[in-house]
């Protein structure tokens, strides 16, 4: 039989009674180590972990009242508060062990024992100290993964007065745990700044999750928010945890949340009225401690006057409302942008980092960024990797306006070279719903990392 109780040590000052135990449970277990003198347990738990601990509650004989047991009982559980300590006590020391059980101690077992019950007991002892290793280890692999995934906020702010009230007002929200709107058009940077608040907020040794509403179909929304238990509809093969409960003590960001039905608005409400979510197919309604931050490109006022968004839902979402300007509006941090992006290349595809000339400048300056920092990115990088300039000029840039023009005059739609279709097409959809990310993929038929992933091939 495979070992299944890994390393046991058991303290008791009769002797008979080690004896008998390690002869019962050393074909159990990978290890049993005995010792009769109590006083030898803060030298043996600072020289080794054990998995399980048998302590006898009387030590001494002929006396009865638990104390040196309840004592190194203490002990043990200062030393290493997971440890999993199963009392032996007496036959008639129920109430003794119950108060064992109440100061930290697992499990008792009688004297004597029935060799069948105490296998049995060790062995759910063990099962618990899985539970707690894997929980212990569990919760070291999420700070982790939680500090890895905040760390790269690359924030450039700039000294432009629209971005200064905004980064103004950012600082002062960021500590206060208040659910935040950002509004502004698509790549102005609202989920930087969502980074940037979870960061300088209370929880930012905790996760921030991101979920992107406008990629959620109406018939996995509430799997996907809330979770699921096994079972619960026919593609649930697995317990699924939801969103709402992986950034339970951090920070949920909402991207594209004028994205969402009113069917999926309503349960959205739901949950963040209770503060709790009900996971699909059970009915145990589960605390929920976030910190709210949505983002949309979309007029939300408006669409609350037209019935496409509930009024109760945006009061509820937009404790503080905060506006990122366009980059046209906020021109005059261009060339710290240009400057922050060129290195950043430079780095990335490992040469010298370029820099711009006065009248490339000038170009950038007069041209409109209807992709904001996101085309400014593309523009640049394109740029870092095609020209040999080592100081950028005019002619080195490429802009989506510019041939979205073209494309309205020429000859792209004549074509029958299948990438040059593909990128007319993609161009196209992008200048019907002005850049706006996520209705341009859905015309298209495509998710939106699949539509970036295009614009960055063609360069867009
Ligand atoms: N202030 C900034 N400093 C550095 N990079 C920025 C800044 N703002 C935006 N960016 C970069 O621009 C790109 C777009 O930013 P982000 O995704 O935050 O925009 P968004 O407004 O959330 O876009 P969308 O509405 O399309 O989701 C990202 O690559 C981001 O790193």
Redesign the pocket.
Known sequence: MQPTLGKILIIDDNEDVLFSAKMLLKKHAQQVLIEKDPRKIPFLLNHDTYDLILLDMNFTEDISSGNEGFFWLKEILARDPSAVVIMITAFGDVEMAVRALKEGATDFVLKPWQNEKLIATLTSASRLKSSYKEISSLKKTNSALASQLNQNV????GKSPAMQQLLHLMHRVAKTDADVL?L???????????RALHQESARADKVFITVDMGAVTETLFESELFGHKKGAFTDAKEDRVGRFEMANGGTLFL??IGNLSMAMQAKLLTVLQRREVIRVGTGQPIPIDVRLIC?T?MPLQQMVAQGQFRQDLLYRINTIELH?PPLRNRLEDLPL?VE?FLQRYAQKYKQPAKSVSESALDRLKRYDWPG???E??HVLERASIISENHVLQPQDFFFLQVQQQALHSNTASQTHNLDEMEKATVVKAMSKYDGN?SKAAKELGLSRASLYRRLEKYGL
Not at 184 to 194: F, S
């Open positions: 690359d924030l450039v702010t950002l502004g058009e698509n790549g102005t940077g609202k989920e930087v700044i969502a991207d594209e983002a490109n990122l942008l922050h904001n920092i996101r400014l990115e990310i």
